[in-house]
């Protein structure tokens, strides 16, 4: 009974159901049609943004272009950038901001306050390398600071020198529009980001105490990738760096007679090798993990065996698991190699260390959008994370959730060359590394204001 008298009722279930789906299907209808129409709206703000950008950047670029080139000719390394911290700070005053020098070091902090809103921060890495530039550019530098004690040839081998100069051009923009936005803009030129020491060194100075905590951060790197083009990703952007440094001890002897040595040379020789086997064997193959030794001191001549080895690397993870494994076999194995040749015990040191940079889903999601429609195909999605690392980790931990993205920096037509000819492109870090400067200082001024513009007060 219940049954039959529940059949018409059953009739009504679909119409229940359907009515609902109807209904659904029309505001779905609707949603996609104002969606559609409000990214429509958006992306042509962004247009007319960028072109307004644009037109300042043809008015102004040339300067822009001599700030580069002198910050590229006069490199300075961590915690000396004297010359390139009191030029940037002149930049900046010069634009109405008001400049803090001398935070944790040599880092500066330009605040420009435009009416309540959010705070939004722009970093920069002031730092140049300790190596020969080997580009053989007009405006190669020939500079030399001290490193570890010694005069040593400094090069912006990393492109910090790009960041800066398209930093300085993205505050210039958003002063020229400071009618479409409200809120803070706090420009950080921070340094010493590689040796991974600056960010700690701002911070420990109050960077967020005396200044405020941003709501949102922001940053980019310069690559070998394409000029013109930029890449962005949610999630893990980079991965934990971890420098060692490893004393190993023996007994000096001569070359000769062996049997009254404790060879270092030999052991710190054993471990380079055996360690890679914490990369193959212990590490979990599908997580991402690096071990390199980059440097090997020991001994002054070929007859004497000397008394001491030291070996300097860095590792490399993603996540915490896989970065504690590869500390720990790195200690384990450099103890078992003194141990095997009866050597006192080795003396292995970890530097502070960077966290991987991990962007904010929220803020990916806000700003892609907008590279998008700024760039067209010449913003991309990047499908993992790079293996380099970055100490602009230390201000998301402390709580600036940020979006870093990664800039090319190289000629198409250099790198198509170099790919028909079979050729490695210089990478960051090479004597031979050149970007060229337009345009990608151009693409980074655009990219850095259209971020900004993205989350300040309209
Ligand atoms: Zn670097
Ligand atoms: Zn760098």
Known sequence: MVGRLQFPVSLMIPTRAIRPLLLAGVAALLSVGSAGHAADAKAASVLKEKAEIDAGLDRGYAQLDALYKDIHEHPELGFQEARTAAKLAAEMRAMGFEVTEHVGGTGIVAIFKNGPGPMVMVRTELDALPLEEKTGLPYASHATQLWEGKPTPVDHA????????????????????????????????QPAEETVGGARAM????????????????????????????????????????GFEIAFKGRGAHGSRPQLSIDPVVEASRFV?????????????????????????SGTAGNIIPDGAIVRGTIRSY????????????????????????????????????????????????????????????????????????????????????????LGGYDPKVIADAQSKGQVLPSNHSPQFAPIPEPSIRTGVEAMTLAVLGVLGK
Not at 203 to 232: E, M, W
């Open 158 to 189: 990393c492109g910090h020198d790009i960041h800066m100069t398209a930093w300085v051009g993205a505050a210039q923009a958003l002063v020229a529009m400071k009618s479409q936005w409200h809120g803070t803009l706090m420009f950080i030129g």
């Open 203 to 242: 911070l420990a100075d109050g960077l967020f105490k005396r200044f405020g905590k941003p709501d949102i951060g922001f940053a980019q790197h310069v690559s070998n990738g394409p000029a013109g083009t930029l890449s962005y990703r949610a999630g893990v952007n980079s991965s934990a760096a971890d």
């Open 273 to 297: 090798v055996d360690v890679q086997s914490v990369i193959s064997r212990e590490k979990d193959p599908a997580a991402f993990g690096v071990l390199s030794v980059g440097s090997i001191q």
């Open 319 to 406: 996540d915490e698991d896989t970065r504690t494994k590869l500390k720990s076999g790195l200690v384990r194995t450099a103890k078992a190699e003194a141990e095997m040749s009866g050597a006192p015990p080795a003396v292995v040191t970890f530097d502070a260390g960077a966290s991987a940079v991990v962007n904010d889903d929220a803020i990916t999601g806000r700003t892609g959008p907008i590279f998008k429609a700024a760039f067209g195909d010449r913003a991309v999605v990047a499908p993992g994370p790079g293996s380099a690392s970055e100490d602009y980790s230390e201000f998301i931990i402390a709580g600036v959730p940020s979006l870093f993205w990664g």
